[in-house]
């Protein structure tokens, strides 16, 4: 969670300060109504952050901050499915292959956590 929070947060605030080059790293022509739309993104990425930097200690898992776990996941599969139809309609593109893998990662990540871990580690006893 840690990661994910600071990965979110580095990614919020250069799309809230820098959002001009974010659109040129992408080749996206300037609009001053998309500026405000990545600036809002950006806010959002940024409160993602704060979610999952506050939950950091928590147990997560199962029934265990399960909003967190489900919030993330949803909304890594979303993005990666996203990135994903934009790759396959548009020419090859680094920076967002990129983000399909860290986003497919984050993804598989979060499924398991929401649907297969319990949030509980149990010790093994010694026999």
Known sequence: MTFISLMLAAAGIFALFVPDQLMTLLNVPRSDSLLVVIQLMGALYFSFALMNWTAKDSAI???????VSLANFS????????????QLSHPFSLPITLALVVYTMFASLF???VFHATGIVVPKSEE
């Open 61 to 67: 898992g199962g029934i265990y901050a399960r909003p």
């Open 111 to 113: 499924y398991w956590l």
């Open 75 to 86: 909304h890594f599969l979303i993005g990666t499915l996203l990135l994903i139809k934009y």
